[in-house]
């Protein structure tokens, strides 16, 4: 099938899942299960990939801040780079590469194996029993998992800032405390709902679409997890362009 087509089929995927979530189809045995494979299955490399864009971007920024006599702003650009872009976005591309590509497979295999088919045959709608659970999966532990990135990265920096470049940790988290707001915070949960939707029905609805035996099954692996990072990057422009008109740290008078 064509990317093309295959992209309007997630979209009408999506509409399907808004409605059966609002109307109550919610199987909750399966949604449980999901979020435990997302979630805490997923936990340690994200927590790894985090930790060290942390200490790779203090690494590049300390030095140059020290030179212009900007070290107490160290910690609170980390911290701003890592709510508002780096964690919600490298968390998701995360998933996409781990878990999209898992959902693709899986309900890719179930298609071409004619599993999907049985289960109209038993009068089950494959939406509530394999998409919902895991969209509502992604949506639920994507921010748990973007707020635990943040803390990580945060963590990552501040050693890289006391070890290598003699910053005081107090002096560090003070910066955190003064550039980060709630609204920071915020933003990087809203971002994180919204790239878990994006890449559960992407995964979700290539699985679906999956024609040709197993290399049909490998090239809808391959073409939801590119198409989902590339959504993922989009909706990212988009966000930060509607979440982040009009502020800034000088205008909150927090330097």
């Known amino acids: 099938m064509a990317w093309g087509k295959r992209l309007l089929a997630a979209v009408l995927l999506a509409g399907q899942v808004l409605v059966h979530i609002l109307a109550g189809k919610i199987n909750r045995r399966n949604t449980l299960e999901q979020m435990a494979l ?19 971007f203090t690494i590049q920024v ?15 650009v980390l911290a701003l780079a890592l709510a508002r872009e780096l964690a919600p976005v490298l968390t998701a591309v995360v998933l996409a590469g781990r878990v999209g590509s898992a959902f693709a497979a899986e309900i ?5 194996t004619e599993q999907i088919d049985a289960l109209y045959m038993l009068k089950t709608d494959p939406v509530d029993y394999l998409v919902i659970p895991r969209v509502l999966a992604c949506c639920v532990m994507l921010p748990l998992l973007t ?5 990580t990265g945060l963590a990552g920096g501040l050693l890289v800032a006391s070890a290598n470049f003699r910053i005081v940790s107090s002096l560090f ?45 490998g090239q809808s692996t391959t073409t939801a997890v590119v198409t989902a990072m590339l959504a ?14 009009g502020l800034g740290i ?3 008078g927090n330097v």
Request: glycine residues 12%.
């Open 62 to 76: 300390a030095r140059e801040f020290i030179n212009f006599g900007a070290t107490a702003a160290v910690g609170g």
């Open 147 to 151: 707020i635990l990135s943040l803390i």
């Open 173 to 217: 988290l003070d910066s955190v405390r003064n550039f980060l707001q709630p609204w920071d915070i915020v933003s990087a949960m809203i971002k994180a709902v919204v790239f878990g939707a994006l890449l559960a029905v992407i995964g979700c609805s290539w699985g679906l679409t999956t024609t040709g035996g197993a290399k049909g099954v």
């Open 38 to 56: 997302v979630g805490p299955a997923s936990l340690s490399i994200t927590l790894m990939t985090m930790g060290s864009v942390g200490m790779v």
């Open 232 to 245: 993922i990057f989009i909706a990212n422009f988009f966000l930060s362009w509607l979440l982040f008109q």
């Open 108 to 112: 890719g295999t179930m298609q071409v």
């Open 250 to 252: 000088s205008s909150l």
